[in-house]
């Protein structure tokens, strides 16, 4: 119960409903806000209980300083929590083990229960094994369930276990497209009770759903376990960016030419740590599709939350995904009750502003490493020359003859250059070179949401088809849509077919490539590209494009609109100009160029107009928890705690909770530190958190190997993330990962100073000795430390490895957050200075003075650090808020969490 001091509890009648609601205007203010912080401020009001909510806070909300920096803490609690199941699967392994913990000290197991609804949707399993075939689907979904049985039936026990906790089963849809069209509510109602539908996800992308008017962003899974608890969000009033739309987009751009020209410039105006928010004229002529696409990039431009206000667009995209009348007449009424429908005239109070016409966007794309790195496409090519010349090896850059003597001369009008023959199955040949589109991915949520982008790439396949074209026979092609109203609006159109005929072929519904599940490169492929040393290339309908995610043998990766990935598949290089150069001939022997096969915008909204309906989204979506037989029929353990299996590799009870009492242990200062790894600038969680596959000769590889999993078993980090053996052994292993300390070395190696002379090691064989003599281990990093997903292994695999600080010039907020989840220190260089510019080497000893200040019950703004080579200097400490110092001294959110149920 509300504690009501501003007298906001009211009541909304709609229809014959009627809703208690609390209404914002009773705060003085709130009519200036953003439509963001209005939502805060509804959330306070519904939860005010005078202690960590309190009538000041909401005053403190209500006379928001759009120009202060944020100093003013608040207490978010949503309404929901969203996973996938990547990230999903460790939150219920360590909820199954807190209701063990809570067992072992003499409380009820059952009050280890989610007190929010939880959603978890099964989609980052599917590997795109095979492609290109008509029956590649269904192979993909047979090897997913052989691979991930043992994570799949504990995911059904959980859903048998736990209240409020349901699973999307595999083979569904992608979490973020599942939400926005079916499980996002945009007004909920609970208890009879109707307010702003808000949520944390354990991906960065739930941000999606921001183009619904729903307010969610992504969090670690340790904060999204605590959210489930009933433990709300620490977080201070964030600066909220103002981005004014005006125009319209031209013929010819998409959304993903949008969404690319935006985080460009988000990126460099700086939203690290604030809320984005869309308004003016243009929103209104901006489609909820084309919405939901900006939303989900909101991570690659690096701010909280990107949101646009309800309006009618909202409403119509509601309706056209079946929610019911009612539903949508409430979110209207609500809407326009509390001031929060999209006023196209109106100029809220923001603190910085931008502005974008639409107009002005042209056909982009971004690379090779980084979402932010826009390419306006008729530059690509020659942008590609340029940028391939930091992939390849000094022989190809000077021209010389590189080895295999073999090879042809390794430059061609100053453009590297490594032709090479490869030989096919059935004995047919063909010549790659740097710069072949060796993987050409309709995937991910970003634009597979959106039906006008892929109505597009499917009318590009048909116009391509029709003039005789089809895909390079080096290109790995794959379709992942994030639902199955896609596959049915591909059908209905009768478009499937042509998608079909260029190779892209149906391989499963879920993210696929654009988290590193893209499956091996045909093997006569991926031994030419590695015998030769060739920078081969990606193009991805994905939102990321970081090194190493795509693929092992891929070193340059672009994101490009769908039908754009069409037309890469078609020309097969990143050296030809698609914009100007021919993508092959036609029967007759002519040239055919993109302009030949690029389709109207007339022709793609009559596609989206006659083809899709809400009765495709009622069928996707009748019983979408239930699952298909195969699902079904998994059996599975009874009972309110977990059946651990000694002998799994997949699901393993983690530490933890051992050990611990119901009293934390005073803060230590830190002394003798060595360091683990001295790394530089925009390290992001996907160089820090296992991801894609595991290599035999690799710490987890041979973990696996030595518990009797084949190599062909071995699956992806991804999904043993229920296995803390093999997470911790793949923490900083990725093989794009540079580790100043060892230099010469590329993946997770660094030197093992327990040793004489420290002599090169992998990462986690060092962590184990220095663990076993006792030193506590350090990490120096440059800037935007851990930006990227919001993996929690990240912060997990880094506390496991005996880390206890990390010393960063900047972080980005997921990822230092969960860093303190998780018990490590993050601290921050002064002003100006760095690991360089101190002339740190990473072969010091350290020591960390001043942390027991928190014992005191506040946080010491800056600590002491020393070195035995004489380096000192003080540390900023980015403990930012007291709630993230509870967590700290207490060794963990998680560990916090417990102790606040037990003592209740």
Same mark, same amino acid.
């Given at each position: 119960m509300s504690a009501n001091s501003f007298d906001a509890r009211s009541t909304l009648q709609v229809g014959d409903e009627s809703y208690e609601i609390f209404r914002l205007d009773k705060v003085e203010g709130a009519a200036r806000l953003p439509y963001s912080l209005k939502v805060l401020l509804e959330n306070l009001l519904r939860t005010e209980d005078g202690a960590n909510i309190t009538a000041d806070h909401i005053r403190a909300l209500g006379g928001w300083d759009s120009q202060a920096q944020p100093s003013q803490e608040i207490q978010f609690t949503p309404a929901r929590v969203i996973m996938q199941d990547f990230t999903g699967v460790p939150c219920v392994v360590d909820l199954a083990t807190m209701r063990e913990a809570v067992k072992e000290l003499g409380g009820d197991p059952a009050k280890i229960n989610p007190l929010a609804p939880a959603e978890l949707v099964i989609d980052h399993s599917v590997i795109a094994d095979k492609f290109g075939t008509a029956d590649a689907f269904g192979q993909n979904v047979e090897l997913e369930y052989g691979r991930n049985k043992e994570r799949y039936q504990f995911l059904r026990w959980g859903q048998t276990a736990f209240d409020e906790f349901k699973v999307v089963p595999p083979g569904t849809g992608i979490v973020h497209q599942v939400n926005i069209e079916h499980l996002a509510r945009t007004v909920m109602v609970r208890n009879g009770q109707a307010y702003p539908d808000t949520l944390v996800g354990t991906d960065s992308h739930t941000t999606m759903v921001n183009g619904l008017g729903v307010l969610g962003w992504g969090v670690g899974g340790i904060e999204a376990e605590a959210a489930m608890l009933g433990q709300p969000v620490s977080m201070l009033i964030p600066r909220v960016v103002g981005f004014k739309l005006t125009g319209e987009l031209t013929p010819g751009t998409t959304a993903t030419d949008l969404v690319l020209t935006i985080t460009e410039m988000l990126r460099k105006h700086g939203v690290v740590g604030k809320f984005v928010e869309f308004y003016g004229e243009g929103v209104a002529a901006t489609s909820l599709a084309n919405r939901a696409t900006i939303g989900n990039m909101s991570p690659e431009f690096g701010s909280t939350a990107a949101i646009f206000p309800i309006d009618d667009e909202t409403l119509?995209?509601?309706?056209?995904?079946?929610?019911?009348?009612?539903?949508?007449?409430?979110?209207?009424?609500?809407?326009?009750?509390?001031?929060?429908?999209?006023?196209?005239?109106?100029?809220?109070?923001?603190?910085?502003?931008?502005?974008?016409?639409?107009?002005?966007?042209?056909?982009?794309?971004?690379?090779?490493?980084?979402?932010?790195?826009?390419?306006?496409?008729?530059?690509?090519?020659?942008?590609?020359?340029?940028?391939?010349?930091?992939?390849?090896?000094?022989?190809d850059e000077a021209g010389e003859e590189s080895f295999p003597a073999s090879d042809a001369p390794a430059a061609t009008n100053g453009v590297p250059s490594r032709p090479t023959t490869v030989t096919a199955p059935?004995?047919?040949?063909?010549?790659?070179?740097?710069? &072949?589109?060796?993987?050409?991915?309709?995937?991910?949520?970003?634009?597979?949401?959106?039906?006008?982008?892929?109505?597009?790439?499917?009318?590009?396949? !048909? /116009?391509?088809?029709?003039?005789?074209?089809?895909? /390079?026979?080096?290109?790995?092609?794959?379709?992942?849509?994030?639902? !199955?109203?896609?596959?049915?609006?591909?059908?209905?159109?009768? *478009?499937?077919?042509?998608?079909?005929?260029?190779?892209?072929?149906?391989?499963?519904?879920?993210?696929?490539?654009?988290?590193?599940?893209?499956?091996? *490169? =045909?093997?006569?492929?991926?031994?030419?590209?590695?015998?030769?040393?060739? &920078?081969?290339?990606?193009?991805?309908?994905?939102?990321?494009?970081?090194?190493?995610?795509?693929?092992?043998?891929?070193?340059?990766?672009?994101?490009?609109?769908?039908? *754009?990935?069409?037309?890469?598949?078609?020309?097969?290089?990143?050296?030809?100009?698609?914009?100007?150069?021919?993508?092959?001939?036609?029967?007759?022997?002519?040239?055919?160029?993109?302009?030949?096969?690029?389709?109207?915008?007339?022709?793609?909204?009559?596609?989206?107009?006659?083809?899709?309906?809400?009765?495709?989204?009622? !069928?996707?979506?009748?019983?979408?928890?239930?699952?298909?037989?195969?699902?079904?029929?998994?059996?599975?353990?009874?009972?309110?705690?977990?059946?651990?299996?000694?002998?799994?590799?997949?699901?393993?009870?983690?530490?933890?909770?051992?050990?611990?009492?119901?009293?934390?242990?005073?803060?230590?200062?830190?002394?003798?530190?060595?360091?683990?790894?001295?790394?530089?600038?925009?390290?992001?969680?996907?160089?820090?958190?296992?991801?894609?596959?595991?290599?035999?000769?690799?710490?987890?590889?041979?973990? *696996?190997?030595?518990?009797?999993?084949?190599?062909?078993?071995?699956?992806?980090?991804?999904?043993?993330?229920?296995?803390?053996?093999?997470?911790?052994?793949?923490?900083?292993?990725?093989?794009?990962?540079?580790?100043?300390?060892? =230099?010469?070395?590329?993946?997770?190696?660094?030197?093992?100073?327990?040793?004489?002379?420290? =002599?090169?090691?992998?990462?986690?064989?060092?962590?184990?000795?220095?663990?076993a003599a006792g030193t506590p281990l350090v990490i120096l990093a440059g800037k935007e430390y851990g930006s990227g997903s919001s993996r929690d292994w990240a912060a997990k695999g880094t506390a496991l490895l005996g880390v206890k600080a990390v010393v960063a010039e900047s972080y980005e907020r997921i990822h230092r957050s969960n860093l303190i989840g998780m018990g490590v220190l993050p601290l921050q260089f002064p002003e100006g200075q760095s690991a360089e510019s101190l002339g740190l080497t990473g072969e010091e000893t350290f020591a960390v003075s001043g942390v027991t200040g928190l014992n005191d019950g506040t946080t010491p703004r800056t600590v002491k650090v020393t070195t035995d080579s004489g380096v000192e200097f003080d540390a900023v400490v980015r403990i930012d808020t007291p709630g993230e110092a509870d967590y700290y001294r207490n060794g963990g959110i998680m560990q916090y969490v417990l102790r606040s149920l037990l003592r209740k």
């Open positions: 119509n995209y509601l309706r056209l995904t079946g929610r019911d009348a009612q539903q949508v007449a409430l979110v209207e009424a609500y809407a326009k009750e509390q001031g929060l429908w999209l006023d196209p005239a109106a100029e809220p109070d923001f603190s910085e502003k931008l502005e974008l016409d639409l107009s002005t966007v042209v056909p982009s794309i971004a690379g090779p490493k980084r979402p932010q790195d826009r390419i306006v496409l008729a530059e690509a090519a020659t942008q590609f020359e340029r940028d391939v010349l930091n992939y390849v090896s000094d022989a059935d004995g047919s040949t063909y010549e790659i070179d740097h710069g &072949a589109v060796t993987v050409a991915a309709i995937t991910s949520c970003t634009n597979t949401s959106n039906p006008y982008v892929m109505v597009a790439a499917a009318l590009v396949a !048909k /116009k391509a088809v029709e003039k005789g074209l089809t895909r /390079k026979p080096w290109v790995k092609t794959t379709l992942a849509p994030g639902s !199955k109203v896609v596959t049915d609006y591909f059908d209905k159109a009768g *478009l499937t077919p042509y998608l079909d005929k260029v190779g892209f072929n149906l391989v499963g519904y879920g993210c696929t490539t654009c988290i590193g599940n893209s499956g091996p *490169l =045909p093997e006569e492929v991926s031994k030419a590209v590695n015998d030769h040393d060739l &920078a081969v290339t990606s193009v991805l309908s994905g939102n990321r494009n970081f090194e190493g995610r795509i693929n092992p043998d891929v070193k340059m990766n672009y994101l490009a609109s769908p039908p *754009l990935v069409v037309a890469y598949a078609l020309a097969g290089s990143m050296k030809v100009d698609i914009t100007k150069d021919a993508l092959g001939t036609d029967q007759d022997g002519n040239p055919v160029h993109l302009k030949d096969i690029w389709p109207s915008e007339a022709e793609v909204n009559d596609v989206v107009a006659n083809a899709i309906g809400e009765d495709m989204f009622n !069928k996707s979506y009748q019983d979408v928890f239930a699952g298909d037989a195969q699902w079904q029929a998994l059996s599975i353990p009874t009972g309110n705690t977990f059946e651990w299996d000694p002998q799994s590799t997949y699901v393993r009870k983690p530490p933890y909770f051992e050990g611990m009492a119901m009293e934390p242990s005073p803060v230590q200062d830190i002394a003798g530190a060595r360091v683990l790894a001295k790394l530089g600038d925009s390290v992001t969680t996907d160089h820090i958190s296992p991801a894609g596959a595991i290599k035999a000769d690799t710490p987890a590889g041979k973990y *696996l190997t030595e518990h009797g999993v084949e190599r062909r078993d071995f699956n992806s980090y991804g999904s043993r993330r229920g296995n803390h053996e093999v997470m911790i052994r793949g923490t900083f292993a990725n093989i794009r990962l540079r580790n100043q300390i060892a =230099p010469g070395t590329e993946g997770g190696y660094t030197r093992d100073f327990t040793q004489a002379d420290g =002599p090169v090691s992998f990462i986690y064989d060092a962590s184990q000795n220095y663990q």
